[in-house]
């Protein structure tokens, strides 16, 4: 996945019980509202688009200003940094190439967590570190909000046709959120567990014949994976 990313990149300057849930049911249910993207790179510009393409508002950043352009062209809605994104909606989906883009996003002066709003979702579907991811959700709890990793398996060709495949890791209650926008972006919406499992998932992602024989629930009632038997 490292290699479809720009590494180049510069960076942006650097338990739920915090989490008030009827502010989050009240946003799960909130369907075609503005939803933030931060990360316009080679994965993230086409995961965009098939959010504006399923009728999403999208509002976008990104460290190169070229990289907002098409996007701005096809009507999203460009801010200068990801505190203003977070500022203006409730929903962000992150695409970064590494750990430390990912910590600076979020934590960083211009962060995300600098602005985001109680009850907000958090879905950051950069390839990292699942301690990175865990420390990330702790964060985002302190203010609130509710953090997801969400990696994916497929190259640019699957991000540019939707057929991406989520694995995710999170609180089970904002599955159903997250699947929302996911679906619009992949073919497969992998629940793995708490926070960090899809990035563990990430490093050996289930197979085709796994999904079909539903190794994996997508919408299980627990936070664990179903066992063949």
């Known amino acids: 996945m490292a290699a479809v990313l720009r590494g180049s990149r510069n960076l942006w300057g650097r338990s739920l019980k915090h989490v008030d849930f009827t ?13 933030g993207f931060i990360g316009l790179g080679n994965m993230g510009k086409p995961m965009a688009k098939n959010l504006l393409k399923h009728g999403y508002p999208v509002i976008a950043t ?4 070229e990289s907002c352009k098409e996007l701005q ?12 994104v977070a500022d203006q909606a409730d929903r962000v989906v992150t695409m970064l190439p590494s750990s430390p883009n990912v910590i600076e996003v ?15 979702l958090l879905i950051d579907s950069s390839t990292i570190d699942p301690a990175v991811s865990k420390e990330m959700a702790v964060a985002a709890e302190k203010m609130g909000a509710v953090f997801m990793d969400a990696p994916v398996s497929g190259g640019v060709g ?9 694995m995710v890791g999170g609180v089970e209650e904002e599955f159903t959120a997250a699947q929302e926008l996911l ?25 085709p014949q796994d999904l ?6 997508v919408k299980p009632k627990r936070a664990q994976p179903a066992v063949m038997t």
């Open 23 to 35: 502010l989050v049911s009240s946003r799960s249910m909130a369907s075609k509202t503005q939803v």
């Open 62 to 65: 990104d460290i190169f200003p």
């Open 73 to 84: 062209e096809l009507g999203a809605q460009i801010v200068d940094n990801p505190a203003e």
């Open 106 to 120: 979020y934590t960083g002066p211009n962060g995300i967590l600098k602005k985001v709003k109680k009850g907000s």
């Open 158 to 166: 699957a991000a540019s046709s939707g057929k991406l495949t989520f």
């Open 183 to 207: 679906t619009c972006m992949g073919a497969n919406v992998v629940y793995c567990g708490a926070v960090g499992t899809g990035q563990d998932a990430s490093v050996c992602p289930p197979s």
């Open 212 to 217: 079909s024989r539903r190794v994996y629930w």
